[in-house]
């Protein structure tokens, strides 16, 4: 092992200080984006659920109301 002791190791050569605060950065932005990406897909997957629900009750007289073209280009999109 390269270090002597557990408190050599946290010193890291007089440089424990930056290492180990680089290390929880790094780990409090990696909880950061995991936390904001599941928030992101609940409001996502609520979203979809609102829009399936307002299809439902709305589909056949929204389809109606479009126009061909814009239906058309919405095809095309996806």
Known sequence: MAFDS???FLAMGGHGVYVWAS??????????VVLHARAE?????RDLRR???RAQHHGASDAA???VSHREG???ES
């Not at 897909?41 to 997957?45: C, G, I």
């Open 74 to 76: 919405h095809a095309r």
């Open 23 to 32: 290390w929880g950065v790094t780990g409090l932005l990696l909880v950061g």
């Open 41 to 45: 897909r609940r409001a996502l997957l």
């Open 6 to 8: 557990l408190s050599a």
């Open 51 to 53: 829009r399936a629900r």
């Open 65 to 67: 109301a479009t126009p």
